[in-house]
C-alpha cells in the first residue's frame, strides 16, 4: 500500500448506529487530518494530529470523536449523527503541520450516508 | 471573516487555454495552493505559491499576486483527462488552510 487509504469507501448508517472511519498513511508524516466535503461547499477541516497529538478541533459536534494511536493511523469514530452529517470525508497527511509549506496528501475519502 | 471565491463552474474546449481565478481574503498569508479532485477521487496536489509571480509546471502554471489577494490557475493544452474540480486554498496566519469550494472544469471535445 502507498499513500493514503481509507476505509470503508462507502458507509450506509441509521442515526443510532456506531461506526468507525479508519485511515492509515504510508508516508511517513507526523501530521493527520480529518475533512468534511459536502457538495458544492470548502473542505471542512474538523481536526488535526501533529505527533499524535490533537491541535485543532474546530467546533466539531462531539457525535465525532477521533483517535489517533500512532503516527500513521487515524480514526474517526461516529454515533447517534444526523441526516445532515452525510457527506464526502476525507483524510490527509502531510510532512509537518504548523509554519510548514507542505502540501497535503489526501486519501480517496468515505461516502457516508446517514438514513 | 475569511474567504475564497472561485467560480462554481466553467467550460472549455478540448486543445484550448483556459484560466481559472481565485481570490481571497484571509487574516495574514502564508502560501496558495491549488487542488485537482477528480470525481469521486482523493483531492491531489498541483502548486504552492508563496511569493508573486507566475510558477510553471508543464502544461499547468499558477500566478500569484498578494497585493491584491488574487491568484489563478493557467491550464494549456487541455485534454479531456483534465474535467475535474480545481481547489484553491490559503494558508492564513495562524497556518490553517482556508478552502475555497472549488470550479468544476468541464472539457468538451
Known amino acids: 500500500e502507498t499513500g493514503v487509504t481509507q476505509t470503508p469507501r462507502h458507509l450506509v448508517m441509521g442515526m443510532t448506529n456506531k461506526k468507525s472511519l479508519k485511515c492509515e498513511q504510508h508516508?511517513?508524516?507526523?501530521?493527520m487530518y480529518w475533512y468534511k466535503q459536502s457538495a458544492k461547499k470548502p473542505l471542512e477541516l474538523m481536526f488535526v494530529y501533529s505527533l499524535e497529538e490533537r491541535v485543532e478541533n474546530n467546533s466539531v459536534p462531539s457525535r465525532f470523536s477521533p483517535e489517533c494511536p500512532n503516527s500513521s493511523h487515524l480514526f474517526l469514530h461516529l454515533h447517534t449523527l444526523q441526516p445532515e452529517d452525510s457527506a464526502l470525508y476525507l483524510c490527509?497527511?502531510?510532512?509537518?503541520?504548523?509554519?510548514?509549506?507542505?502540501?497535503?496528501?489526501f486519501g480517496p475519502g468515505t461516502r457516508l450516508t446517514v438514513t | 471573516g475569511q474567504n475564497i471565491d472561485q467560480p462554481t463552474e466553467m467550460t472549455a474546449t478540448e486543445g484550448a487555454i483556459v484560466q481559472i481565478n481565485c481570490t481571497y481574503q484571509t487574516s495574514g498569508f502564508n502560501g496558495l495552493f491549488w487542488y485537482q479532485q477528480h470525481a469521486g477521487e482523493a483531492p491531489t496536489f498541483l502548486s504552492y505559491?508563496?511569493l508573486d509571480g507566475l510558477e510553471e509546471k508543464g502544461r499547468f502554471s499558477s500566478f500569484l499576486s498578494r497585493s491584491k489577494g488574487y491568484s489563478y490557475l493557467l491550464l494549456k493544452e487541455l485534454q479531456m483527462k483534465d474535467s475535474a474540480s480545481y481547489l484553491c486554498a490559503v494558508r492564513d496566519s495562524n497556518y490553517q488552510l482556508i478552502w475555497g469550494a472549488g470550479t468544476k472544469l468541464i472539457i468538451k471535445p
Open positions: 490527509a497527511s502531510s510532512q509537518g503541520e504548523t509554519g510548514n509549506p507542505y502540501e497535503q496528501y
Open positions: 505559491n508563496v
Open positions: 508516508l511517513g508524516h507526523n501530521a
